[in-house]
């Protein structure tokens, strides 16, 4: 059974930190890319970062760039997304992806919410 479990979460003031975890199972997850997304309420839900399959190259929206960093450990069949200088347009529910050619998996998914 294909599982992708996000947390990490929560509430943060503006400049803040957060990181991200999503714990894989019920897949080869190393052979997977890994992405990061997010929505926000009333909009589409928009790629983040991404992270290839053994970690080589990674992917960034330009409003992260700089803040954000995708990484993942494959013998703990992770990813993380460490999110420094967090500001308030960064306040959505961020959602882990799996893909590998037609394979597609989603996470539930972890609230971040950024305010003072």
């Known amino acids: 059974q294909v599982q992708l479990v996000e947390s990490g979460g929560g509430l943060v003031q503006p400049g803040g930190s957060l990181r991200l975890s999503c714990a894989a199972s019920?897949?080869?997850?190393?052979?997977?890319?890994m992405s990061w997304y997010r929505q926000a309420p009333g909009q589409e839900r928009e790629l983040v970062a991404a992270i290839t399959s053994a970690g080589g190259s990674t992917n960034y929206a330009d409003a992260v760039k700089g803040r954000f960093t995708v990484s993942r450990d494959n013998a703990k069949k992770t990813v993380y997304l460490q999110m420094n200088s967090l500001k308030p347009e960064d306040t959505a529910g961020y959602y882990c992806?799996?893909?590998?050619?037609?394979?597609?998996?989603w996470g539930q998914g972890t609230q971040v919410t950024v305010s003072s």
């Open positions: 019920g897949f080869t997850f190393s052979v997977y890319a």
């Open positions: 992806n799996a893909r590998y050619g037609v394979n597609d998996h």
